[in-house]
């Protein structure tokens, strides 16, 4: 066991009275757990029980909406409903009885919607809602006046459900932080025009929630320190705007945050964005106000969370992804189980990818995620019939099983033909800011290493006759898939990415990227062409309407702005017809029209991959019962990967 201590880290904290056992705070975020009518549900209770579970001090829960008009989307609870208290209740001592603080964080949407096309955007003034490039509507005194009440509706129903206290929402999206930015506010009344004419609504929400909350409760404010718009305000304004806010005396603590929806990329920050990116914000904040700061951004491990303190930079730590990826992370950190500690990778592409399409929140890396009464924490039971199973394939889906079967108790032996475990993510993570997926493989290789009773046959190919003479009684084919390059697109100009990754193939000045399915791949490739060779010209084709289509629109967002301005050309609805040597011929969509390209070095195809399942196929019928899991059974994501392995360990 590793005995690194964090002193810090997991001692007491007080706000107002308030005692915290530690300094992690699960953050407020949407997470699409709520039924259609704005109530809440049984997997919502479950979600925040299980982070409790896992140690954390306080959870700060929602955001919750003040209003059906200032929903963001169908998936959010309405706190002005009364018929939300008797739920509130049960999921405030259920955290209680966990020894877990819970405060409700409550927000009007204003022009951040949602819903398509998008209801009621209200803002300040009227201007273009930059996110959609929908027109919000000016607001009049009376809808202001309506948003105040409605905040202290809310308030006054999170106090009868017995939460420890109220945060408002002055972030990276919601009504209130838009009062504040010079881009939304034109107002010339007392609502705008000066400083403190944009904070007025603020200072009289919160005036009007210390009214009806009792005197005991934490009143806090989560407010956004730099829009990182040009139009919008700086770090230097929102510090300025945070410590007028501070000196009202009407607030407890401050929660930092940064960005906005039409800034995603700083908002929710992709792993490209640093880790740690904003503690320099925080640390500015700190330095400013006269009250505990929380801080924000990409934190997902013990050690670099012990530093902040330490720094002096936050009081405590928020934490929203990881505590997603991995609610045991406090209980692990402080019994010193730091290598068991599976850290999110901001691939943001089950968490906040999925709740932007108002679904239910997942995570790549826990299959739990919104099924914790099915699948979390005390859910994984002992079998009470070992068997002996022969996995093949060290990749993800190999090592998930492996570690799941085992841990309830089965007897595993794994054949992988590399050197290295972890397949394709070996290839993923050379590209250029995708390193963070080495994570998952870290953490799946670190358990798979310490289970007594998996026997890890490394590098070592399988074969028919070494798995029928280990007579086991269940094999899995996890032996992942392939690239190959159709007839119409070969010749020796012609290579996959998997060869570019590889290094196995020698690389021009003038490439031609054909994307045919534009997922991440395409844009990773061009990264990684400009970031390891000089001086190259890169055409990026697809017949599809553009770049990254499954993409993360904040991890789009990112990659262009590093590609565009280089050598690089997009091209979409365009396929390709005929490859010769000196040439390539494109068709474009619903058009006679042609292009070509000549003079090309390389062509690099990207959308044939087969399953390597000859295994499966010749063993099926000889040891029954056979899977086949991951790539080899079909092509995806790593998501699948996981969560199909995980199911199918679990149900043996």
Not at 279 to 299: D, T
């Amino acid at each position: 066991m590793n005995e690194i201590k964090f002193k810090r880290l997991f001692s007491e904290f007080s706000i107002k009275g308030l005692t915290l056992k530690n300094r992690i705070v699960f953050l407020p975020h949407t997470h699409g757990l709520v039924s259609i009518t704005g109530l809440s549900t049984e997997e919502e209770n479950a979600y925040y029980i299980e982070r409790a579970k896992g140690g954390v001090g306080l959870i700060i829960s929602g955001s919750y909406v003040v209003s059906k008009d200032g929903s963001y989307g169908r998936t959010f609870l309405n706190a002005s409903d009364e018929r939300a208290i008797p739920n509130f209740k049960k999921m405030v001592k259920s955290v209680h009885g966990l020894g877990t603080k819970i405060i409700g964080q409550i927000s009007h949407a204003g022009s951040t919607k949602m819903e398509k096309p998008e209801p009621n955007l209200f803002a300040p003034s009227q201007v273009i809602e930059k996110s959609t490039n929908s027109y919000t509507i000016e607001m009049d005194k009376d809808n202001i006046n309506e948003v105040i009440r409605d905040f202290r509706k809310s308030a006054e129903n999170l106090a009868e459900g017995g939460f420890d206290g109220v945060e408002i929402k002055v972030a990276h999206d919601g009504l209130l932080r838009t009062f504040l930015s010079p881009y939304y506010n034109e107002r010339t009344d007392e609502y705008g025009k000066d400083f403190e004419g944009r904070a007025r609504i603020i200072l009289k929400i919160l005036s009007a929630i210390k009214e009806v909350i009792k005197d005991d409760m934490v009143l806090g404010a989560r407010i956004c320190l730099d829009e990182f718009d040009d139009e919008g305000y700086n770090l230097e304004d929102g510090i300025k705007i945070s410590k007028y806010i501070a000196e009202t005396g009407l607030i407890d603590y401050i929660s930092s945050d940064a960005g906005s929806w039409n800034i995603f990329m700083m908002e929710i920050p992709p792993m490209s964005v640093p880790l740690g990116f904003s503690e320099y914000m925080s640390s500015a904040l700190k330095k400013a106000v006269n009250l505990p700061v929380i801080a924000f951004g990409r934190i997902n491990d013990p050690v670099q969370a012990e530093q902040i303190l330490e720094n002096g930079n936050a009081d405590l730590i928020g934490m929203v992804r990881q505590l997603v990826c991995n609610p045991e992370t406090p209980r692990q950190a402080l019994h010193g189980q730091v290598d068991d500690i599976r850290k999110c990778i901001a691939c943001d592409e089950g968490c906040i990818g999925q709740v932007m399409r108002m679904q239910p929140i997942r995570c790549i890396q826990n299959l739990s995620v919104g099924k914790e009464k099915e699948y979390g924490i005390g859910k994984l039971r002992k079998t009470d019939s070992a068997k002996k199973i022969v996995v093949v394939g060290g990749g993800v889906s190999g090592l998930k099983f492996s570690e799941i079967a085992a841990k309830r108790g089965h007897n595993i032996v794994l054949f992988e033909k590399d050197t290295l475990l972890g397949g394709q993510i070996n290839l993923l993570k050379k590209i250029p800011f995708r390193n963070e997926f080495s994570e998952v493989i870290r953490y799946l290789e670190y358990q798979v290493r310490h289970l007594n009773n998996i026997d890890l046959r490394i590098p070592e190919e399988a074969d028919s006759e070494k798995i029928l003479k280990e007579k086991p009684d269940m094999l899995v084919i996890a032996s992942g898939a392939e690239p190959f390059i159709p007839e119409l697109f070969f010749n020796e100009k012609t290579i996959t990415g998997h060869q570019l990754l590889n290094d196995s193939a020698n690389i021009g000045k003038n490439i031609v990227i054909y994307d045919q399915l534009s997922k991440n791949d395409g844009m990773g490739i061009a990264e990684y062409l400009f970031e390891y060779y000089e001086n190259i010209k890169v055409h990026y084709v697809t017949p599809t309407s553009n770049i990254g289509l499954t993409a993360q629109p904040e991890n789009v967002d990112i990659i262009l702005r590093k590609l565009m301005p280089l050598d690089f050309k997009i091209t979409p609805y365009h396929s390709i017809k005929s490859v010769s040597k000196n040439k390539i011929e494109f068709q474009k969509a619903y058009s006679e029209e042609e292009l070509q390209v000549n003079g090309y070095d390389n062509l690099i195809y990207l959308g044939s991959i087969r399953s390597s399942d000859k295994l499966y196929w010749q063993l099926r019928d000889k040891i029954k019962p056979t899977f086949r899991l991951g790539d080899a059974k079909v092509p995806a994501c790593v998501e699948l990967a996981i969560h199909d392995s995980e199911k199918l360990a679990r149900s043996i």
